[in-house]
């Protein structure tokens, strides 16, 4: 059996538990989950098929690909994409613990702070994991798979189209199928990302490309679990096959939502301006308390640090009723970080901007 590390979020049981013991209650700002409400537009799609018995297909309908290839196009400049090249997923981070299995990956190449189900997915199949954020820190090796991740979890940084197009370059001379991670492009802030299948990138060729996409953020439907994988047709025709046999489905009500999520962007645009409000208020509350906020160009965290081990900071926090997340557990160099979550509500995100000014 596969020995996986330990889930991390379970180790913070005891600073969750101070946290919540603060007279004004816990502010939790150490898991990125949605708080606001699924926009009606959604709602509704999904219960217009409530009474829909049969089963869906594994490829998604015709309307939510069509609608996937649109958005892609209207929101970040992705053209050329053919709807048979898009899979609908149950929600992204399945596809991502699964991809280095259903491509038969032997080693995988993941970021050096990294969202950790990059490296439980290189485990389950048995794969080497490499942590690399440059070329030459790969070695003479050749990986079968390599993750990107921009804007980053947890760091927020942005991959400059340059980079992305050296990393396109290098792994296409080697066969190397390369996953790109976009569950956070919709939030930039200081820096505009780019998609890996963005023209500038690619130059409109998507040979040994995907690029993975949630729903979770951008239209509150993490409950829905609602994601989808695109880029490489003969890659999403392969990933269509395995997960036929392994009925790897996403309900039919959600493949509704998701075509819903994706015809409308109103509703992303004022997702987009809450977080954004949050991230203003928060920012400035962490600095006022002595904190760096490094990188977090972009996304849906803010990458702080008071100089000091994680866990320290992570337990001064807790003794404020606020709850975090140790950089290391994203990494071995993430020891001096934390991940601020822009998740909580507004009231909470209030509570939490002045504890810290009193701090």
């Known amino acids: 059996m596969t020995t996986l590390p330990d889930f991390p979020w ?16 816990v502010v939790d700002l ?45 929101r970040f400049g992705v053209v050329g994409l053919d709807p048979l090249a898009v899979l609908p997923t149950i929600g992204s981070k399945e596809l991502v613990a699964w991809l280095p299995t259903l491509l038969g990956a032997t080693s995988v190449v993941i970021p050096e702070v990294a969202y950790p189900t990059y490296e439980v997915g290189a485990l389950l199949a048995g794969a080497s994991v490499t942590r690399a954020d440059s070329l030459t820190q790969i070695g003479p090796a050749t990986p079968s798979l390599l993750w990107l991740n921009s804007p980053a979890n947890p760091t927020g940084k942005v991959l400059p189209v340059e980079h992305l197009r050296k990393v396109v370059d290098w792994a296409r001379s080697r ?19 780019v ?4 023209p500038s990138v690619c130059d409109g060729d998507f040979t040994g490309l995907l690029a993975v996409h949630s729903l979770s953020k951008s ?16 890659l999403v025709s392969r990933l269509l096959e395995l997960r036929k046999h392994a009925g790897m489905i996403v309900p039919f009500p959600v493949q509704a939502a998701m075509t819903a999520a994706l015809t409308d962007d ?47 900071t992570v337990s001064w926090l807790a003794d404020h009723g606020i709850l975090a997340a140790p950089g290391t557990f994203y990494g071995p160099t993430g020891g001096k970080h934390v991940r601020i979550a822009l998740t909580a509500s507004d009231e909470r995100v209030t509570a939490a901007v002045v504890r810290l000014t009193m701090a």
């Open 219 to 234: 239209s509150s439907l993490a409950g829905y679990r609602a994601g989808f994988v695109t880029g490489d047709p003969a």
């Open 195 to 198: 998609s890996i299948l963005h």
């Open 30 to 74: 150490s898991v990125g989950t949605p708080v606001d409400p699924v926009p009606e537009v959604i709602r509704a799609a999904l219960a217009s098929v409530s009474d829909v018995p049969g089963y869906p297909t594994t490829h998604g309908t015709p309307a939510l690909r069509v609608a996937a290839v649109a958005a892609m196009a209207r």
């Open 10 to 25: 379970d180790s913070l049981a005891d600073h969750a538990a101070r946290a919540r013991a603060h007279p004004d209650g």
């Open 266 to 312: 109103d509703h992303v645009a004022a997702q987009k301006a809450r977080f954004g409000r949050r991230r203003e208020a928060l920012r400035a509350a962490l600095a006022e308390a002595g904190f760096t906020i490094d990188h977090s160009q972009a996304g849906l965290y803010l990458w702080a640090t008071r100089g000091e081990p994680a866990w320290d």
């Open 175 to 193: 066969g190397v199928v390369v996953a790109s991670d976009e569950c956070y492009l919709s939030l930039g802030w200081d820096a505009e990302p």
